[in-house]
């Protein structure tokens, strides 16, 4: 059964370092997402894409993020510049297009981020 | 902003039970509720999704119930397993443009099934 897979499954980094965050969606799938999750808390919405565009993004998506599809397969997490507080568990979610038929989302395995 | 709560926050019951677990939302204009399955230290795993024009849906020994009006939804899980122990995450879908759609979770239900 296709799946979302990311790498790395952990990463570790300095503060102030930059880290990308690697994801491949579920091939015929049109819509990519990225979410955190801090521990012990709620899963958020960071940003959504399509058609090589963000759609939408939380407030928590500020100019420190970036979102690429840099080829046909990988869609990638770039944060510029780490903090403390960015510490989280990052999911990638795909789903296969717009529509109430098509938008469920299926989730990767995440990549744990921990911050030094 | 829509605010999405799982009562109860964790539920211990013995293998074979019936049991239900809760989620209610705020903001009735919902595209659709997805339940997942979430183990320790683990990613998401999809279990229902109910389209907002359902009203149950169900897979396996599992049955969810939306009440859109109302703003919640049930999961039932029949003849739990020790196997089913795990959190469980409602999320509901709000269009957030170009066709794509921002989930909104809850917190979960940390379940544990007792052999």
């Known amino acids: 059964e296709p799946e979302v897979t990311q790498t790395p499954s952990h990463q570790v980094t300095q503060m102030g370092q930059e880290v990308i965050l690697r994801c491949v969606p579920i091939?015929?799938?049109?819509?990519f997402y990225w979410y955190r999750q801090i521990l012990g808390q709620k899963v958020e919405f960071l940003v959504s894409?399509?058609?090589?565009?963000?759609?939408?993004k939380s407030e928590i998506f500020d100019d420190q993020f970036s979102v690429e599809r840099p080829d046909g397969s990988n869609f990638t997490l770039k944060i510029r510049s780490t903090k403390l507080e960015d510490s989280a568990m990052y999911f990638c979610?795909?789903?296969?297009?717009?529509?109430?038929?098509?938008?469920?989302?299926?989730f990767g395995p995440g990549t744990r981020l921990t911050v030094l | 902003k829509q605010e999405v709560t799982q009562i109860p926050a964790a539920l211990s019951v013995p293998e074979g039970e019936n049991l239900v677990l809760n989620c209610s939302f705020t903001?009735?204009?919902?595209?659709?509720l997805q339940w997942f399955r979430q183990d320790p230290g683990k990613g998401l795993t999809s279990l229902l999704l109910?389209?907002?024009?359902?009203r149950e849906q169900t897979s396996g020994r599992l049955n969810a119930s939306l009440d859109k009006s109302s703003g919640r939804s049930t999961l039932y899980i029949a003849a739990s397993q020790p196997g089913d122990s795990a959190t469980y995450l409602c999320?509901?879908?709000?269009?957030?443009?170009?066709?794509?759609?921002?989930?909104?979770f809850g917190k979960g239900t940390k379940l544990s099934v007792i052999p």
């Open positions: 979610a795909s789903s296969l297009g717009a529509g109430a038929r098509n938008n469920e989302q299926f």
């Open positions: 091939s015929n799938h049109l819509y």
């Open positions: 894409f399509y058609n090589n565009e963000i759609s939408e």
């Open positions: 903001d009735s204009a919902i595209y659709n």
């Open positions: 109910i389209q907002s024009s359902q």
């Open positions: 999320a509901v879908a709000a269009y957030s443009g170009a066709g794509s759609y921002q989930l909104t």
